[in-house]
């Protein structure tokens, strides 16, 4: 596999542009477009019934396998490009901004439940002709991969999930502070993104200020979607179905935990194993909500060793 030094290139390309005097919005989309181009990935968009829906894709396809990539609550397309340059050169990657999410349409009366949700995704990869692929769901999307996988097996050859939600038996510091009215998931104020990445992330990667910044203040823009998007799952009193509609999976599935996470108990690994039939679980320590952002290397492998034991 070829290495792309990614990181010392967003530092080369911060240090010209601040000599530039560029804006803050050009440093981020520059940083943003090289951080992808080094993953080998390009941006693009497809219209979905009257939505916008952004996503990441092979700038190069290559002679391999799919894999379809979905990401959390309240994130988009970009946490997975860390984890995508470990596999561009022998996978066709796609990372998807759902509605609600990123660069994606985010109409605020669209229902936002996970079942609505995974029937959303099925729609956006027929429109990009994908059939029969791998997939990858972290928290929000792990569920939804989840579902995908029950609801869809033909079109699924493996599943990997990265602390997923809907099993929440054994609770997580967030619930405390969700109960007291205290969401760190949906930053509302300046402070409110570093104090997210601070609990969701035990190895957090390095981002500069001004990208910092600006990731910021598209996070507080989406504060109104995002609380609608959260009450949605919130809402819905869907464990016990979710548990059931587990049970439905057919294809191999692997769970990876980061045993730092605050935002989902990792012992509900346990219980995700236990509810599908063909699943192992993998717990990594000192990690925390987002093996793939905090362990791209680890989690790549992870998946080729679960390839080849799952063949």
């Known amino acids: ?22 804006s803050r919005h050009s440093l981020y989309d ?12 390009e ?28 990401h959390g ?4 397309k970009d946490n997975w490009t860390r984890l995508a340059r470990e596999l561009t050169d022998e996978f066709n990657v796609y990372a998807i901004d759902l509605p609600g999410h990123g660069d994606s349409s985010k109409p605020l009366d669209l229902g936002y439940s996970l079942e609505e949700q995974t029937e959303r995704l099925a729609e956006i990869l027929q429109a990009l002709s994908i059939g029969n692929t791998h997939m990858m769901g972290n928290s929000m999307g792990g569920a939804i991969t989840a579902l995908y996988a029950a609801s869809y097996p033909g ?7 990265f602390d997923p939600a809907g099993i929440f038996e054994y609770e997580s510091e967030l619930v405390d502070l969700v109960m007291e009215g205290d969401n760190p998931l949906i930053p ?11 609990f969701a992330l035990e190895q957090k990667p390095f981002v500069p200020w001004p990208i910092l910044d600006v990731m910021e203040e ?10 609608v998007i959260f009450d949605a799952i919130r809402d819905s009193g869907y464990e016990s179905a979710f548990r059931a509609r587990l049970a439905l999976i057919r294809d191999p599935v692997l769970v990876v935990w980061g045993k730092e996470d605050r935002v989902i108990n990792y012992r509900n690994g346990e219980l995700f194993v236990a509810a599908i039939p063909d699943a192992r679980l993998q717990l990594l320590d000192d990690i925390g909500h987002a093996p793939m952002i905090e362990a791209p290397e680890r989690s790549a492998e992870l998946f080729r060793s679960f390839l080849e034991s799952a063949h």
């Open 188 to 198: 509302s104020k300046p402070g409110d993104l570093e104090r997210l990445m601070d």
């Open 218 to 227: 598209k996070a507080i823009a989406n504060r109104p979607v995002n609380e």
């Open 1 to 22: 596999m070829t290495a792309r030094p990614i990181f010392p290139m967003i530092a080369l390309l911060i240090s010209t542009l601040l000599l530039s005097a560029c």
């Open 30 to 41: 520059n940083a943003i477009s090289w951080e992808r181009s080094g993953a080998g990935l």
């Open 155 to 161: 079109r699924i050859k493996t599943a990997v999930l």
């Open 73 to 76: 609550f309240a994130a988009n």
């Open 43 to 70: 941006a693009s968009s497809i219209q979905v019934d009257d939505m916008t829906i952004a996503y990441l894709s092979n700038a190069e396809p290559v002679d391999g396998e799919t894999i379809v990539l979905i």
